[in-house]
């Protein structure tokens, strides 16, 4: 396997999926970073470094958008180990969500039972399907550019326009009504963790809202932060680097028991 990255920290295996170079070794707890749909691999890195920090090992699936529209399952070889695990997934925006779901269902078609998941955290995510959004999601990509500006009018634009009349007349279907539904009733007893922004222009601070009130009536764990307006999508740990270690920190430590509790209290 090919070291890559954060000083060699990360082995990657094949296709979007890396592991912490202890990955074999460590006993520990499994963090699963699930990257934002087209995050490039040393920018999602960053964020599982601050993991292996804390003495984890670190399964990282980047995303594309065709994996995230083909729902596509991620290469999990059998050999590291994976099966019996206790899992934290942290999921970024709606390609991280994408890139979880395609994990469980390969987890369990290679162990034959669900994966066992701990806690939850979810940045910047999950954004739910609204009529407005493709408007919203339009006048953000031709404000910075020519080119997006006529990509979107001709193939961009008509797209979201069907997805949006689809959704309306098959609610069910979608993937973004699928994954919230899963999100909220199948992982109801998962305490969760919400990092979001009012300056998030890919997905609303109300979404988030909406979805941490769902899951508060139905009795989940629920913490949660605003990183107010001055943190963009999947910014937060760049723009706010001290609070948002902080957050990770303090939920794991509440919510999840490990052999490295020591080193999370010496984080806080």
């Known amino acids: ?15 979007n999926s890396f592991i912490s170079s202890d990955f074999l070794t460590n006993t520990s707890n499994v963090i699963v970073v699930c ?21 984890y090992r670190v399964l990282v699936l980047t995303s594309t ?17 994976l099966g019996g695990c206790r ?16 994990f469980t269902k390969q987890y369990e078609r290679l162990f034959g039972a669900p994966a066992e998941i701990e806690a939850m955290i979810l940045d910047s995510c999950p954004s739910l399907h609204k009529p407005e959004r493709p408007a919203k999601l339009t006048a953000f990509y031709t404000h910075y550019s020519p080119f997006w500006k006529t990509l979107i009018s001709y193939i961009i634009r008509p797209l979201e326009i069907f997805i949006n009349w689809y959704g309306r007349m098959f609610p069910q279907r979608t993937m973004f009504e699928r994954n919230r539904k899963l999100l909220v009733e199948g992982y109801k007893e998962i305490p969760k963790l919400f990092l979001y922004s009012e300056g998030d222009k890919f997905v609303s601070s109300k979404d988030v809202e909406e979805v941490i009130q769902q899951c508060k009536d139905q009795g989940t764990m629920v913490e949660s932060f605003d990183f107010g307006l001055h943190s963009d999508h999947v910014a937060h740990m760049r723009s706010h680097p001290v609070k948002y270690e902080e957050l990770i920190c303090g939920f794991i430590g509440k919510y999840v028991y490990n052999k490295h509790k020591n080193q999370l209290s010496s984080k806080l």
């Open 65 to 81: 958008t065709r994996s995230f529209l083909l729902s596509s399952a991620p290469y999990i070889p059998t050999t590291i180990g």
């Open 35 to 55: 990257g934002w749909m087209n995050g490039k691999a040393p920018a999602v890195l960053k964020y599982a470094s601050l993991y292996t920090s804390l003495g």
């Open 87 to 102: 899992f934290i997934p942290h999921l970024m925006s709606n390609g991280g969500i994408g890139s979880w779901v395609g």
């Open 1 to 15: 396997m090919e070291m890559v990255g954060q000083k060699q920290a990360f082995q990657k295996l094949r296709g």
